[in-house]
Structure formats: structure tokens, C-alpha cells
């Protein structure tokens, strides 16, 4: 079975902070795909980005990056200079190949002025 | 214009009346999916198909039925809705690659008194 936890269920820092949203993952597959989605205050879910379980490479845009380690089952997500735009909830999901995306339950981010 | 189209964006109702929440998308993607969305819990798969003739159960799908009309729609329907299926509902896409990201609707808000 795959499970994805996102142990922190709410973070606050002040605008310009660094903020880290981690999340583990378990899965028996080799081959596997894991997500960041973003959901603003309006809703609506937003793909961040998608990694396939060949690439271990750490991925950066722009303020935003990802460190995907799989000797820890780990796809932590980190924003630089966090600014007030980034307050959202946001979910990491994984699926394996076909079938459905699990996610998380999801880092509700507050950055304040 | 969005993709991913969902209607109605908000519906409140009363317990036993029978529900539709419609999908349609754009993108010319075989996958569709609807998930739920309740607090603190993340989104789960109530139903899936992979083409028109091709209807799956996810985790949550009973209270629920389904209809692919064409590769375009995906219809949820709630025969008799109840209080706890007042949610936030999503509709998403994806293409046939197991590699391919799912591309989420802008949800529909369901109320059930």
C-alpha cells in the first residue's frame, strides 16, 4: 500500500523566512512518481511539480525547490524569501505508474507581513 | 479558458435529494478522476476511468455513482445525498502515460443540510 504523511499540519513564519515542508512517503514500487500541489485560499489545486523515482536530482524554480532523497523516503519542499503569496495549503502525493494519486493531508503555510 | 471545468461551483441541498456535479475538460486526456476533500484529511479517489467503457471504485465510493459520457465528461452523481458527504469535490485529468501529471478542476463546494 502507499501512504504519503506530512507530519506538519500548519506552519507560520514572518514574510523574507526560509520554510521547509517535508514529506515522507512509503511505497513498495520501484518505479513511482511524487507531486506538489498547491491549494490557495480560492480552492482550486495548483501542480507544482512532478519526480519520477530514477531522478534524484534536486530541482529548484525560482524562490521554490525540492530535495528528493530516497534512502530516507523523503520529498521536502522548501520556499526561499517566503512571501505572503505563498500562504496556501500544500499537498504532496505520489502514485505508482497507472492508478490514483495518494496524498498527504496536507502543510497549511501562513506567512504574515 | 480553464481545462479542467466543473460545474456547479457551489451547491448547497437538502438530505435525499439526488445530486450531479458535472466535469468536462479540454485536454484530450483518457484519465478521469473525482476525489473529495475534507478537512484535514487530504483529498481521496471516490471513482476513476481510464476510457468511456472503463469505470473504477476508489476508496470512498460508496454513496456515490459515476457516468462517463464521453472522453470529454464525467459526471458524479449523489442519489440521496447526506450531511457527510458535504465537501469539497474535485474533478481531475490525466494522460495514458504512467508518467503523466493529473490536472485538477477548481472544485465543487457541496453543501447538504
Known amino acids: 500500500a502507499q501512504k504519503v504523511t506530512q507530519a506538519q499540519t500548519e506552519i507560520s513564519v514572518v514574510e523574507k523566512e526560509d520554510v521547509t515542508l517535508d514529506c515522507v512517503y512509503e511505497?513498495?514500487?520501484?518505479?513511482?512518481?511524487l507531486f506538489w500541489y498547491k491549494q490557495p485560499p480560492s480552492g482550486e489545486l495548483v501542480f507544482l511539480i512532478r519526480?519520477?523515482?530514477?531522478?534524484?536530482q534536486n530541482e529548484i524554480s525560482g524562490r521554490y525547490s525540492w530535495n528528493f532523497q530516497k534512502s530516507t523516503s523523503s520529498f521536502n519542499f522548501t520556499i526561499t524569501a517566503s512571501q505572503v503569496v505563498d500562504s496556501a495549503v500544500y499537498f504532496c502525493?505520489?502514485?505508482?505508474?497507472?492508478?490514483?494519486?495518494?496524498f498527504g493531508t496536507g502543510t497549511r503555510l501562513l506567512v504574515s507581513p | 479558458d480553464a481545462d479542467v471545468t466543473q460545474t456547479p461551483r457551489n451547491r448547497i441541498t437538502k438530505t435525499g435529494k439526488r445530486i450531479m456535479l458535472e466535469c468536462s475538460q479540454t485536454?484530450?486526456?483518457?484519465?478521469m478522476y473525482w476525489y473529495r476533500q475534507d478537512p484535514g484529511l487530504g483529498l481521496r479517489l471516490i471513482y476513476y476511468?481510464?476510457?468511456?467503457?472503463?469505470?473504477n471504485k476508489g476508496e470512498i465510493s460508496d454513496g456515490y455513482s459515476v457516468s462517463r459520457q464521453a472522453q470529454a465528461k464525467f459526471s458524479l452523481s449523489l442519489e440521496s445525498a447526506i450531511p457527510n458527504q458535504t465537501a469539497l469535490y474535485f474533478c481531475?485529468?490525466?494522460?495514458?502515460?504512467?508518467?503523466?501529471?493529473?490536472?485538477f478542476g477548481p472544485g465543487t463546494r457541496l453543501t447538504v443540510l
Open positions: 481531475a485529468t490525466r494522460e495514458g502515460s504512467s508518467a503523466s501529471t493529473q490536472y
Open positions: 511505497t513498495r514500487d520501484t518505479t513511482y512518481y
Open positions: 519526480r519520477n523515482s530514477f531522478d534524484e
Open positions: 502525493a505520489l502514485s505508482t505508474g497507472f492508478q490514483k494519486l495518494v
Open positions: 485536454k484530450g486526456h483518457d484519465r
Open positions: 476511468s481510464f476510457d468511456v467503457k472503463d469505470i
